[in-house]
T-cell receptor, first 113, second 114 residues
Framework: GESVGLHLPTLSVQEGDNSIINCAYS??????FIWYKQESGKGPQFIID?????DKRQGQRVTVLLNKTVKHLSLQIAATQPGDSAVYFC????????????FGTGTRLQVTL | DGGITQSPKYLFRKEGQNVTLSCEQN?????MYWYRQDPGQGLRLIYY???????QKGDIAEGYSVSREKKESFPLTVTSAQKNPTAFYLC?????????????FGDGTRLSIL
């Protein structure tokens, strides 16, 4: 299988529990943030995004929280399922400047039965 | 079904050989990107294109080349000048560069050295 995710921090969560994955970003000018999920051997899949004029956004079973004061982003997954097992990483961008997304290194989520 | 198609899924390169990775999108996106992914590292940008017939170097462009002759296609050539080409290569597209819309990714090409 794909070796992406080797040496990444790992979060182990029991099936049915909630998961919280954290991300610290570096650029205080960043105003757009994305969470991606990457399964082994596949490309990153968009989960949810948030703009800096918000501090919380909810999707289906997922919530993203943004704390601009400490430059911190988190992804909460409710009622974690085995299919949630993957590498999750955040990305940040300073829009309107033709700058490109900057990606974090990721966290591996392992869901135990 | 809209999306990004990368081919081949696996590719092997002999020393001194150039190889080309294909990326096609039918999302009608103007911007396309190539990233390299190595274990334990974030995605690193190789090249990007904001529009047809235009492309710009990313952070690690040395040893790579691209073209953007059609809106739908953004092939990446890994040249013999790239001394450490073994990696997972990802193509992405978005409506525009620098906007507040996500990039959408293909399922990657794994390049290895013979």
């Amino acid at each position: 299988g794909e070796s992406v995710g080797l040496h990444l921090p790992t979060l182990s969560v029991q099936e049915g529990d909630n998961s919280i994955i954290n991300c610290a970003y570096s650029n205080s000018a960043s105003d757009y943030f994305i969470w991606y999920k990457q399964e082994s051997g596949k490309g990153p899949q968009f989960i949810i995004d948030i703009r800096s004029n918000m501090d919380k956004r909810q999707g289906q079973r997922v919530t993203v929280l943004l704390n601009k004061t400490v430059k911190h982003l988190s992804l909460q997954i409710a009622a974690t399922q085995p299919g949630d097992s993957a590498v999750y990483f955040c990305a940040e961008n300073h829009t309107g400047t033709a700058s490109k997304l900057t990606f974090g290194t990721g966290t591996r989520l392992q869901v135990t039965l | 079904d809209g999306g990004i198609t990368q081919s081949p899924k696996y590719l092997f390169r002999k020393e001194g050989q150039n190889v080309t990775l294909s990326c096609e999108q039918n999302l009608n996106h103007d911007a396309m990107y190539w990233y390299r992914q190595d274990p334990g590292q974030g995605l690193r940008l190789i090249y990007y294109s904001q529009i047809v017939n235009d492309f710009q170097k990313g952070d690690i462009a040395e040893g790579y080349s691209v073209s953007r002759e059609k809106k739908e296609s953004f092939p990446l050539t890994v040249t013999s000048a790239q001394k450490n080409p073994t990696a997972f290569y990802l193509c992405a597209s978005s409506i525009e560069v620098g906007g507040s819309q996500p990039q959408h990714f293909g399922d990657g090409t794994r390049l290895s050295i013979l």
